[in-house]
């Protein structure tokens, strides 16, 4: 592992464990074993490493999404939408610790939200990815013509991320069992959702 991996290693741990206001560039470059000095070789700023770490080191979602978005009719639509929903809670779930100190930092946020759009990402695109999965289902003939795949896509992730807030808040790890339980009730529910005509 090179320096630049191993102090991302190390923020990330930090700032999971501290949050983004809390950490120093101090107690990164330690927890990495090397001086500021080095960590400043690669990074100019927290900000900087913060931005580097969000993208370097938190389990992506997007790519999931964007890969079911290319698979309509295949798999059941329960299974996919439940398998959707794990991904999407252990996902938020691990970044929400370390995303939610963007809030507090408008300069953050609009470094983030600069360098988000700079890479084409963002909180919007599994959004987005899952709505069009359930319009190419729609347009299959699973789900019915009157549905709305973007309230659909915004219901379903929207749950998970709520699920994964209140895990932070009440400090709990994920429980796979759980997790897979509320994933399936919720693909339960949207699929009935969807698929019942009125």
């Known amino acids: 592992m090179n320096t630049r991996d191993k102090i991302l290693d190390a923020a990330a741990h930090v700032m999971r464990t501290r949050g983004f206001a809390r950490t120093t560039t101090k107690e990164i470059a330690r927890a990495a074993g090397y001086s500021e ?4 070789k690669h990074f100019q700023d ?5 931005l580097a770490v969000l993208h370097a080191k938190l389990p992506t979602f997007r790519p999931f999404a964007e890969e079911l978005a290319r698979k309509p009719g295949a798999g059941s639509l329960r299974d996919n939408l439940a398998a959707t929903a794990r991904a999407a809670i252990e996902f938020y779930r691990e970044s929400f610790p370390m995303t939610a100190s963007i809030f507090a930092e408008p300069d953050l946020l609009a470094a983030h939200r600069t360098s988000a759009a700079r890479r084409g990402a963002g909180p919007h695109r599994p959004v987005e990815a899952l709505a069009r999965y359930l319009r190419a289902e729609q347009e299959a003939g699973r789900i019915r013509p009157e549905a709305d795949p973007d309230a ?3 219901l379903l992730l929207g749950a998970c991320l709520q699920y994964a807030f209140l895990l932070s808040f009440a400090q709990r790890e994920l429980d796979p069992q759980a997790v897979e339980a509320y994933a399936g009730s919720l693909a339960d529910t949207l699929v009935t959702g969807l698929t019942t005509a009125r």
């Open 37 to 40: 000095a080095t960590l400043y």
């Open 46 to 50: 927290k900000t900087d490493l913060f």
């Open 152 to 154: 659909g896509a915004a």
